[in-house]
């Protein structure tokens, strides 16, 4: 193998790259401990350029948080409320509906639609929020409820969740967001999401999904709590699904913010740690085409960094954010698209538009 500066310390994983073998979790453990971070940024950067080139993709989106009222009450989340909580709130099918269509009216291609586990919605109330927002507004993609919520909603009516999904693919939904993985360890989710379902439900959740045909997204937390072993296990994980299903588009690493939270004493993640994180991911997912840089946890100028670490993909516009800005996000609520092409051209990238699938709209070279 010829020497490469570069990667000094990384040599043993530089020369599996290379030989076309897949990185365990001592790789990975290496990768997250490495005081060469322009070596891990050299190697995440070429792993990317291999599978999608230039390219960093972002979409015209949308997000509508429909109420904040949650029975569950994690401890890392600020955004839910008790019901009859000062603040709490929960919106009508109407009001749902009516946002959603002025979205599309303005060109959204996506909306990515979540809330909290509410004590007493009827199911209908989920049914009839993506049937009528799929006859008001056809042509958008439908990015809603996450595992937690399909395991609710199956709870609640006492049917297996495969029935679930399929009646809301029927209705309209296209895709399922990767909300609720957090850290699949259950020592952190005891601590930080102990009323949550396990993650070996929400991969058996996404899972099922992928076997529907409904292609998914999946996150992971990082910043709060979780070893090093334990984010790479969770990387593992995916990829073992993803390696059985090929379901997954993207990977979306969310940064913990602790405002508001019951964590409120924890640092917030570095911008270190999440250039690491991201690298790590893409080494690691080799089987994932796509790793977001979500500006909305990180800020638009990390998550521009990031795209020289192996992310591809800063999410989209996004409009109206709350769940992390409830969490003491200082970032704005929504970027135009001028602002995600011009932060990608400032990094030598090409920009492209894209829809839910990945299907390219537009291609905008600096």
């Known amino acids: 193998m010829e020497f490469n500066p570069i990667i000094m310390g990384l040599e043993d994983v530089y020369e599996k790259m290379i030989r076309d073998q897949r990185l365990n979790q001592k790789d990975g453990l290496q990768l997250l401990q490495t005081t060469n971070i322009l070596g ?9 350029r291999a599978m999608t080139g230039d390219q960093v993709f972002f979409n015209n989106n949308a997000h509508i948080n ?3 009222v949650c029975k569950v009450r994690c401890g890392l989340c600020a955004f839910g409320k008790d019901l ?6 929960t919106m009508s099918i109407e009001e749902i509906v009516t946002k959603a269509g002025q979205f599309a009216d303005q060109g959204v291609t996506e909306l990515h639609i979540v809330g909290g586990i509410h004590p007493d919605l009827p199911f209908s109330y989920y049914l009839n929020m993506i049937t009528k927002i799929k006859e008001r507004a056809p042509q958008v993609s439908l990015k809603a409820f996450t595992a937690s919520d399909y395991e609710f909603f199956a709870q609640m009516e006492n049917v297996p969740v ?26 952190v989710r005891e601590i930080i999401c102990p009323g949550k379902l396990s993650g070996k439900r929400w991969l058996e959740i996404h899972r099922t999904a992928h076997q529907l045909g409904i292609p998914t997204n999946a996150n992971v937390l990082y910043g709060l709590l979780e070893t090093n072993e334990e984010l790479i296990d969770h990387l593992l994980a995916l990829r073992d699904l993803q390696d059985e299903t090929k379901g997954f588009y993207a990977l979306i690493p969310t940064a913990f913010h602790p405002k508001n939270t019951k964590f409120e004493e924890v640092s917030p993640a570095s911008a270190l740690r999440t250039l690491k994180v991201i690298a790590v991911a893409r080494l690691i997912l080799d089987n994932f085409n796509y790793i977001k ?4 946890s990180t800020s638009p100028q990390v998550a521009q960094m990031a795209l020289s670490f192996g992310a591809n ?11 992390y800005h409830t969490a003491g996000a200082t970032t704005p609520q929504m970027q135009s698209e001028q602002q995600l092409i011009h932060l990608i051209h400032e990094a030598g990238l090409v920009a492209v538009e894209r829809d839910t699938y990945y299907q390219v709209i537009k291609t905008i070279r600096p």
């Open 162 to 187: 495969l029935e679930i999904l399929k009646t809301f693919k029927k209705a309209g939904l296209s895709f399922i967001p990767g909300g609720g993985a957090e850290n699949f360890s259950p020592r």
């Open 313 to 323: 993909d800063l999410d989209g516009v996004v409009r109206e954010e709350k769940i």
């Open 40 to 48: 891990l940024g050299y190697l995440a950067n070429e792993r990317k």
């Open 84 to 89: 009859g909580d000062k603040g709490s709130y």
């Open 66 to 68: 429909y109420s904040n």
């Open 293 to 296: 840089a979500y500006w909305i």
